[in-house]
């Protein structure tokens, strides 16, 4: 249906050659805003281009060719070698760009993963390697700052000589380790004397406050833009449309794979249009029973946290009433040593698969919902053990050991080592027997599917230990590296294996923002509360570490400041830490303006939301509007096609009741020209009898003039049926009234002549008065209308013709009257038939 109905659509369709002009012309003015850009901006501008590959090629070479031919011909010297070297200087750069991504660690490997199992698994091994990036980093500082010049200083570590290496240290960390500087106290507290002195007190307290400042820093940022990306830019107003239209994983390459997903497409597809249906369709008694399974699962899995952390708790207590604070223990202590690591990793292990049971009967009406719960119940798991822990070590073994920094360093070591087994353990039970209990002996179960969620968790209970032993341990991060480059390569070998792409999986970007935000918080903090009430409120140890002496690590700091006062020109530095760091006002502003600040994002993000929702419902708004004129542009065409299709009709029906009434008149005309014949035959005879002879033009223009007013009544009885018909009355009535006028004139003057001689002469020119007035008839019904056919007046012509040649014969009056009125009246009923056929 055509939008514009008083236009030719034949004249609104555009050709092929208009759509080729038209492209030409768009390629060119893009080629031109191209040009003027620099070489950078137009190298993005090209990449940025919502184009195919060659596309992008041809309009890069449209651009380079445009820009030489823009240039002059005649290029120097120094203009070619310039244009050569940036050239080659950009070419270089994509060299060393595509080198550095060769060179990228694993990056064949994740490519592998992300084309068989999709982004979501590949989110997995993502985070792996990004916290295996942020351990490097820790040991490079540490060992950097911390390590190298306590080695340089003391090459060789104070171990007693009762004290060997006999293995076991490896598992359980203490004995020969205990003496070296894995841990806190192998480090010494003075200041060493080379090149240039190294205060180690300054160098440990500052390398570990940085450290951990930046680990925040990098967390809140990488945080942030992964919230920005995949929250607040995405648009997720339908999880429906975004399933449909943006969630296919274009990393898949396997055949297999691609099947799977498009079957995993269409289940969640069908999922996400039933759920709003399966909640509406719950009755009230159905939503208190599962409101009841949920709260039940939530004390349930809540109580077993508590449990384990109790658990746990007591067994410290055991294991410290059989430890001793002496130098050397046996293999027997050392061993016994083992068993709480070795519960809490069991813990972590057993109690998630456990959690993973309560799908079976807990019914959410979302797949994310299912998932969040899991994982905030595995959370509340983790800190429960760790919090449980850390009270233990502030409060218990701070008070007992002399050397307590040590002591916890070994409990954080061993916990790093047994959660390493654990997951390889993990993986060989959860993933390997499952598959080939899958495969083999239940082929009910399937293949198993690698749970992200959980080995993710696992993740960052690692690199919380990390975090919070970094002080109690500063090379704890060179056993974390080994234990995740060790982890990349088995979970990779298991999952190639034994696992299959997961059936539900969530946004994979999503996923990855949710890790971080899980690994700042509540992980990160607490990590960071641990480490700082360590520093701020217990007491270091007297007989080892670099802090010994002081009442807490902090007063290294004011042991420091004590030292700048005597320094001239450090005056400065003193006041600060006096009036600014050590003041509370400070903190008290620093945190009123953090607070303001963040008042007013969040207003300004509240008002971009209100924003977001005015502009969607503009959009809405536009739809319904295009909507709207397109109906009523439809009616106004519909409207505008009816009234030419009623006149259309009412012009058919004129014509065929014109038609009807026109034979009417043309019979009823007929009729009276012979009965007006037969009157004058009868009197012609009459007249014969009596010896007087008749004209025989006044018999032919009397029957004449009487067919004509005959056709004159019959006209204006149907005048008011169309208006062409009272056009042609008018003119009829010009053309009888001319031909009366002829009559009579032709009449009168053979009669004045002696006896019944003929005036051909008269009679002749009263035919050309006739002829005339007709002429001025037609004249007045052109200007009228042009829709009257030209054939009638020819045909008139031909009947005053006939009439004139009926004049110039002889004078036989009946056979020349009788030859001229059928002359006449077959010439009228062929301009009748004409006229009909005009219409």
């Known amino acids: 249906m055509s939008m514009f109905p008083n236009s030719d659509p034949a004249h609104l369709a555009f050709t092929e050659d208009t759509i080729r002009n038209e492209m030409e012309n768009e390629e060119q003015n893009l080629v031109k805003e191209l040009v003027a850009l620099s070489t950078r901006d137009r190298i993005r501008a090209i990449r940025d281009l919502p184009m195919s590959f060659e596309e992008k090629k041809h309009i890069r070479s449209q651009v380079l060719t445009f820009k030489s031919a823009k240039q002059s011909r005649q290029f120097t010297c120094f203009a070619d070698c310039s244009e050569n070297m940036s050239l080659s200087f950009r070419r ?27 982004t979501s698994v590949l989110s997995y091994f993502v985070f792996l390697k990004w916290l295996l990036m942020f351990n490097i980093f820790s040991f490079l500082v540490n060992f950097g700052f911390i390590t190298i010049p306590a080695l340089v200083y003391d090459p060789s570590p104070n171990i007693p000589l009762n004290v060997s290496f006999r293995g076991l240290e490896i598992l359980t960390g203490a004995g020969y380790f205990n003496y070296t500087v894995m841990y806190y106290g192998g480090y010494s507290n003075e200041t060493l004397v080379g090149l240039s002195d190294y205060n180690m007190q300054l160098a440990y307290f500052f390398t570990i406050a940085l450290y951990m400042v930046l680990c925040g820093i990098a967390l809140i940022f990488s945080m942030a833009s992964s919230f920005k990306k995949n929250y607040v830019l995405a648009d997720s107003s339908s999880s429906s449309a975004w399933q449909l239209l943006c969630s296919w994983d274009f990393n898949i390459t396997n055949e297999r794979a691609v099947k799977q997903r498009k079957n995993n497409l269409r289940v969640q597809l069908k999922e996400s249009l039933s759920e709003r249906a399966q909640g509406e369709l719950l009755t009230l008694s159905e939503k208190l029973k599962h409101f009841g399974i949920h709260l039940g699962s939530w004390f349930l899995s809540t109580g077993l946290a508590v449990g384990c952390g109790v658990g746990i708790y007591y067994l410290c207590i055991y294991e410290k009433m059989h430890t001793t604070d002496a130098a050397n223990w046996s293999l027997l202590q050392e061993a016994e040593t083992l068993l709480v690591p070795f519960v809490v990793s069991l813990i972590n292990l057993g109690v998630p698969l456990f959690y993973s049971l309560f799908n079976t009967f807990e019914h959410y009406s979302s797949q994310r919902k299912q998932i969040y719960a899991l994982v905030v119940r595995n959370v509340l798991l983790k800190m429960s053990i760790l919090g449980v822990l850390c009270y233990y070590w502030m409060n218990v073994v701070a008070e007992k050991f002399s050397c307590w920094e040590s002591m916890v360093g070994q409990a954080l070591y061993r916990l790093v080592i047994f959660d390493f087994f654990f997951l390889m353990l993990g993986s060989f039970f959860g993933e390997f027997l499952r598959n080939v209990m899958g495969r083999r002996l239940l082929p009910c179960l399937g293949v198993p599917e690698f749970d992200v969620a959980r080995n993710v968790l696992e993740l960052i209970y690692a690199q919380t230990l990390a ?76 007989q080892c570490g670099p802090f010994r002496g002081l009442n807490n690590t902090f007063s290294v700091v004011e042991v420091w400041i004590d030292k700048l ?99 009417q008149s043309n ?173």
């Open 92 to 118: 270089c750069g994509y060299n060393v760009r595509s080198a550095r991504q060769t060179l990228e660690l694993w990056q064949g490997i994740m490519k592998e993963i992300g084309g068989t199992f999709g």
């Open 467 to 542: 975090w919070i032993g970094i002080y109690f341990s500063p090379l704890l991060p060179a056993i974390q590296i080994l234990k995740f480059f060790i982890l990349f390569y088995l979970k990779k070998v298991s999952l190639t294996q034994n696992c299959q792409p997961p059936r539900r999986s969530g946004r994979a970007a999503q996923m990855q923002t949710i890790f971080i935000a899980l690994l700042f918080f509540p992980f990160f903090v607490g990590a960071l509360s641990i480490v700082a009430y360590t520093a701020w409120s217990l007491t270091p140890s007297e």
């Open 565 to 663: 006062e005597t320094i001239p020109g450090s005056q400065w530095v003193v006041w600060i830490f006096q009036n600014v760091i050590r003041s509370e006002i400070f903190y008290f502003f620093i945190t009123l303006i953090i607070i303001v600040v963040i008042y007013i994002f969040w207003q300004v993000t509240q008002g971009r939301k209100q924003l977001i929702v005015q502009l969607r419902q503009q959009i809405i708004n536009e739809g319904r509007d295009k909507s709207f004129l397109l109906e009523k542009l439809q009616n106004l065409q519909k409207s505008h096609k009816k009234p030419k299709q009623k006149n259309h009709n009412k012009r058919a029906s004129r014509r065929s009741d014109e038609h009807s009434s026109g034979g």
């Open 667 to 839: 019979s009823n005309a007929m009729v009276q020209a012979l009965l007006a014949r037969q009157r004058i035959e009868d009197e012609e005879e009459r007249h014969r009898a009596g010896g007087v002879p008749v004209p025989s033009d006044i018999s032919n223009s009397s029957a004449l003039a009487q067919a004509m007013l005959a056709r004159q009544r019959a006209e204006d009885q149907n005048k008011d049926s169309y208006q062409m018909s009272d056009r042609h009355s008018s003119s009829s009535i010009a053309l009888t009234h001319s031909i009366q006028v002829a009559m009579v004139q032709g009449r009168d003057e053979n009669y004045g002549m002696s006896g019944l001689s003929e005036n051909p002469v008269n009679t002749s020119s009263a035919v050309t008065q006739a002829m005339q007035a007709r002429r001025r008839a037609e004249q007045h019904r052109a200007d009228d209308t042009d829709d009257l056919p030209s054939s009638v007046s020819s045909v008139m012509m031909q009947v005053m013709q006939a009439r004139q040649r009926a004049e110039e014969l002889p004078q036989n009056p009946a056979p020349a009257g009788s030859s001229a009125l059928i002359q006449a009246m077959l010439a009228r009923q062929q301009a009748q038939n004409e006229y009909d056929d005009g219409y």
